[in-house]
């Protein structure tokens, strides 16, 4: 069951961006696995992916003090004797199970100066202590950008607003202009894609105006975005049917006209 957990959560990692990456002490091999750089919304959650390996097996299931750090400030531990600065304390976590090799933290309420870099570091009782020093994590921090939108107009409006982020404990909350049945899926790539998708039958006072998607993310930042709402005018298919038909029938009929 471990070996099993592990495989899963490394692929989870590897799409998420990590690399297994390899640090060296003298006549040992450690492996650890994050990624270099991570972009994450100002006010909402980071989750960091972390595995690690080292080359003793043994003691898998032995209390394992591990913290992470940003030059000598500890940001993050599972051991109250590492003391994290208070400028973290209260919104990061080890989520990872250490004894299992996931070293995953979590970082709430992301402000522009988390920009880090960040690394980790683990102590195996009778073994040894060692410092991912040179396999760091850096947090790119930005502002909220428009959603993606698309729209297609048929019998029913279907409509979707997509936006992108890395914290799934605390997912973006999506509202619409227009009332319908709302949907909404997550799928993991590069970060979490989330899409919220509208389904209405429109009206005719419908047409011609805005279709707003607003995208709230942790109760602090929003974003909207917006497209019009065109009716397909199907008549027009059947008068460039025509027109068509016409030229062919009548050649010289469309040449007066076009003169």
């Given at each position: ?16 961006g ?52 940003r ?15 208070q ?15 996931i ?15 960040f ?31 698309t ?16 914290c799934p ?6 509202s ?23 389904t ?60």
């Amino acid at each position: 069951p471990v070996r099993s957990e592990n495989v899963h959560k490394e692929k989870k990692l590897m799409q998420t961006g990590g690399q297994m990456v390899e640090s060296m002490d003298p006549g040992q091999k450690w492996l650890i696995s994050v990624p270099p750089i991570i972009s994450v919304l100002e006010s909402t959650c980071v989750v960091i992916p972390c595995m690690y390996d080292y080359p003793k097996r043994g003691h898998l299931w032995e209390k394992r003090p591990a913290y992470w750090r940003r030059g000598d400030e500890i940001v993050a531990s599972n051991d109250p004797k590492f003391k994290v600065v208070q400028e973290y304390n209260g919104r990061s976590a080890i989520t990872g199970t250490i004894e299992r090799s996931i070293c995953t933290w979590q970082l709430d309420d992301v402000r522009e100066t988390d920009s880090g870099p960040f690394y980790f570091t683990i102590e195996i009782p009778k073994f040894t202590k060692f410092v991912f020093s040179k396999d760091t994590v850096a947090l790119n921090v930005f502002l909220p950008e428009p959603p993606v939108m698309t729209i297609e107009v048929s019998n029913k409006v279907t409509a979707t607003c997509t936006v992108t982020h890395v914290c799934p404990t605390s997912p973006p909350k999506f509202s619409w202009s227009h009332p319908g049945m709302t949907e909404t899926s997550t799928k993991l790539g590069n970060g979490w894609l989330t899409t919220s998708t509208l389904t209405f039958t429109p009206e005719e006072a419908d047409f011609n105006k805005p279709l707003n998607c607003k995208v709230n993310f942790n109760d602090k930042k929003t974003t909207e975005g917006s497209m019009l709402l065109v009716k397909k005018m199907e008549e027009f298919k059947h008068l460039r049917i025509l027109f068509i038909v016409g030229v062919h029938l009548f050649p010289s009929l469309f040449t007066t006209l076009v003169r």
